[in-house]
């Protein structure tokens, strides 16, 4: 028996052929885009949905992995046996086909999704709460690109396991590429070749398409991107463009309301009490460090601030207004207003990898509309990066940067809104020793302007440079609270001497 080849080579020029080209495409075009819609939905429910939702999408997700795509299938085109009413659409074995197809494909996506959404890192969600992003703002702007971006690759290999299952429709008579072949091999016995040109078909398919997903790819793929560092007359040019932000500059009057005052501040992980009751007043313009032995309780003190952990008993005021109250039904538009005046840098810088440092700095203030135009937003978002010293790397992403001058870009970020209060916690923690330096020298420059500032730090040199209190707390209570001079100066009480031995002041320094 040997292969004809003449007959091989007329299939592609066959109408009938390239008509089922076109249903195959089409079939899994829309199966793969309404799987990545709702499977992102399923995802998200089973996530972040209430109980209910969670176990309804936990069935679906069960239940539709595990029937096979055949059976749903003539199962579905069947289904006008039991209700006539379906017969005028589940009649047509396109629409019969793509049904069953997305309902497979939503649950398969659905854990493509959630591996993508679990991959995106809980500093990412924190940074868009403390920029005051509200959920829909978190997940548009920070988690949906990022996770989107991880589960790419799978969704793509999806996309073409879609394309080859679309042969499992010819068994409700869809005129797709192997109906097609199977419908002239019977007449002319010609399988080998005619199978022949459906498996050419089908290659030819997945190849168009993998060339666009790989350029769909390269377009996404931060990684990939390497803008470089401004040269000097570029430098100049975009300094030229930079407007001043007014950072806020506290008004400080007698009888005015403390910057933050935090009342009674209880927190619990479980049996562990992390925070005992602790009162804290910072007044405007003050800069406060924390210091204390590891597992006091410094970074859960300063995460109830801007509400990253919840209160189990207390208050936190800013500026004489109420902020976040334990116990209460959260007043989201309140808080997200009090978040707004609160800028917050943390230990792993949490910069958003899918942005430039530039759209860093600028995201907050597009969410927010403030400033109203996006050329002043720009404008002022350099003259933020020129202030942090890296006016030159605008175009650079996050991990083009080393770690100072990524915390650096994160204070550029904290400051875009121009907070009342900034909150630092371990700015210095995740940097190499060289490079602490550098970040301590911005931290000090607010400072010296008048930012009001809490600190969480191992820096005690610099805590006692730039502090107007240091404050140490231990197993969750406040155990000193002191001025720099009076740690410095001779007076002994047993929370001064606690308070330097903690920081190692020399006995010879104090008098
Ligand atoms: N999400 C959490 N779940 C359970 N326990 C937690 C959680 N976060 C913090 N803790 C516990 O709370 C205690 C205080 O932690 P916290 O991070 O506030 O300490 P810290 O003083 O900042 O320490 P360090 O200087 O090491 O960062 C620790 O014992 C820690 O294990």
Same mark, same amino acid.
């Given at each position: 028996?040997?292969?004809?080849?003449?007959?091989?080579?007329?299939?592609?020029?066959?109408?009938?052929?390239?008509?089922?080209?076109?249903? @195959?495409?089409?079939?899994?075009?829309?199966?793969?885009?309404?799987?990545?819609?709702?499977?992102?939905?399923?995802?998200?429910?089973?996530?972040?949905?209430?109980?209910?939702?969670?176990?309804?999408?936990?069935?679906?997700?069960?239940?539709?992995?595990?029937?096979?795509?055949?059976?749903?299938? @003539?199962?579905? !085109?069947?289904?006008?046996?039991?209700?006539?009413?379906?017969?005028?659409?589940? =009649?047509?074995?396109?629409?019969?086909?793509?049904?069953?197809?997305?309902?497979?494909?939503?649950?398969?996506?659905?854990?493509?999704?959630?591996?993508?959404?679990?991959?995106?890192?809980? %500093?990412?969600?924190?940074? =868009?709460?403390?920029?005051?992003?509200?959920?829909?703002?978190?997940?548009?702007?920070?988690?949906?690109?990022?996770?989107?971006?991880?589960?790419?690759?799978? +969704?793509?290999?999806?996309?073409?396991?879609?394309?080859?299952?679309?042969?499992?429709?010819? @068994?409700?008579?869809?005129?797709? +590429?192997?109906?097609?072949?199977?419908?002239?091999?019977?007449?002319?016995?010609?399988?080998?070749?005619?199978?022949?040109?459906?498996?050419?078909? !089908?290659?030819?398919?997945?190849?168009?398409?993998?060339?666009?997903?790989?350029?769909?790819?390269?377009?996404?793929?931060?990684?990939?991107?390497?803008?470089?560092?401004?040269?000097?007359?570029?430098?100049?040019?975009?300094?030229?463009?930079?407007?001043?932000?007014?950072?806020?500059?506290?008004?400080?009057?007698?009888?005015?309301?403390?910057?933050?005052?935090?009342?009674?501040?209880?927190?619990?992980?479980?049996?562990?009490?992390?925070?005992? =009751?602790?009162?804290?007043?910072?007044?405007? =313009?003050?800069?406060?460090?924390?210091?204390?032995?590891?597992?006091?309780?410094?970074?859960?003190?300063?995460?109830?601030?801007?509400?990253?952990?919840?209160?189990?008993?207390?208050?936190?005021?800013?500026?004489?207004? %109420?902020?976040?109250?334990?116990?209460?039904?959260?007043?989201?538009?309140?808080?997200?207003?009090?978040?707004?005046?609160?800028?917050?840098?943390?230990?792993?810088?949490?910069?958003?990898?899918?942005?430039?440092?530039?759209?860093?700095?600028?995201?907050?203030?597009?969410?927010?509309?403030?400033?109203?135009?996006?050329? $002043?937003?720009?404008?002022?978002?350099?003259?933020?990066?020129?202030?942090?010293?890296?006016?030159?790397? $605008?175009?650079?992403?996050?991990?083009?940067?080393?770690?100072?001058?990524?915390?650096?870009?994160?204070?550029?970020?904290?400051?875009?809104?121009?907070?009342?209060?900034?909150?630092?916690?371990?700015?210095?923690?995740?940097?190499?020793?060289?490079?602490?330096?550098?970040?301590?020298?911005?931290?000090?420059?607010?400072?010296?302007?008048?930012?009001?500032?809490?600190? @969480?730090?191992?820096?005690?040199?610099?805590?006692?440079?730039?502090?107007?209190?240091?404050?140490?707390?231990?197993?969750?209570?406040?155990?000193?609270?002191?001025?720099?001079?009076?740690?410095?100066?001779?007076?002994?009480?047993?929370?001064?001497?606690?308070?330097?031995?903690?920081?190692?002041?020399?006995?010879?320094?104090?008098?």
């Amino acid at each position: 028996m040997t292969f004809n080849w003449a007959y091989f080579f007329s299939l592609f020029s066959m109408n009938a052929f390239w008509q089922a080209c076109v249903t @195959v495409v089409e079939l899994s075009v829309l199966s793969w885009l309404a799987g990545l819609v709702l499977g992102f939905l399923m995802a998200s429910a089973r996530l972040s949905g209430p109980g209910w939702l969670k176990s309804i999408s936990q069935v679906y997700i069960w239940l539709f992995r595990s029937v096979p795509l055949l059976v749903l299938v @003539v199962f579905v !085109y069947n289904l006008p046996q039991l209700f006539p009413g379906t017969g005028a659409i589940l =009649g047509n074995a396109f629409v019969a086909g793509l049904i069953a197809t997305v309902l497979v494909e939503t649950a398969y996506m659905a854990e493509i999704h959630r591996g993508g959404l679990l991959s995106v890192a809980k %500093g990412q969600h924190e940074a =868009g709460h403390a920029l005051g992003f509200g959920y829909v703002g978190i997940q548009r702007m920070v988690v949906i690109p990022q996770a989107l971006r991880i589960a790419l690759p799978s +969704l793509i290999n999806e996309f073409i396991t879609i394309v080859k299952q679309t042969s499992l429709v010819s @068994v409700i008579s869809l005129p797709e +590429l192997l109906m097609t072949g199977q419908r002239l091999y019977a007449e002319n016995f010609l399988v080998m070749e005619t199978l022949a040109a459906v498996a050419v078909y !089908y290659v030819l398919i997945v190849s168009v398409f993998s060339l666009l997903f790989q350029l769909v790819e390269r377009r996404v793929n931060v990684q990939a991107k390497t803008p470089q560092t401004l040269a000097d007359e570029q430098l100049a040019a975009l300094r030229e463009q930079a407007q001043p932000l007014a950072l806020r500059q506290p008004a400080i009057q007698h009888g005015s309301p403390d910057a933050l005052l935090m009342k009674d501040i209880h927190k619990a992980w479980g049996q562990h009490e992390v925070l005992k =009751g602790v009162e804290l007043r910072v007044a405007p =313009g003050e800069v406060v460090s924390v210091i204390g032995p590891s597992g006091s309780g410094k970074t859960t003190l300063i995460r109830t601030i801007n509400g990253l952990e919840s209160l189990d008993k207390g208050e936190v005021v800013l500026f004489g207004e %109420g902020f976040i109250q334990a116990g209460n039904a959260r007043n989201r538009k309140a808080e997200q207003q009090g978040i707004r005046r609160i800028g917050m840098v943390f230990q792993g810088f949490n910069l958003f990898p899918h942005y430039t440092i530039l759209q860093n700095v600028m995201l907050a203030q597009r969410y927010h509309h403030q400033p109203e135009k996006e050329t $002043v937003r720009r404008a002022q978002a350099l003259w933020l990066l020129d202030k942090v010293g890296l006016l030159a790397h $605008v175009d650079k992403y996050p991990h083009q940067l080393s770690g100072g001058q990524q915390q650096r870009v994160a204070i550029a970020r904290a400051l875009a809104l121009s907070p009342d209060i900034m909150l630092f916690d371990e700015p210095t923690s995740a940097l190499d020793p060289e490079r602490v330096g550098e970040v301590l020298k911005v931290i000090s420059e607010l400072a010296r302007e008048g930012m009001t500032m809490v600190i @969480v730090t191992h820096e005690m040199d610099f805590a006692l440079a730039i502090s107007d209190r240091v404050i140490l707390m231990n197993q969750g209570n406040i155990q000193a609270d002191a001025t720099p001079a009076h740690i410095r100066c001779g007076e002994h009480s047993p929370a001064l001497q606690r308070i330097r031995q903690f920081m190692g002041v020399n006995a010879a320094e104090v008098a």
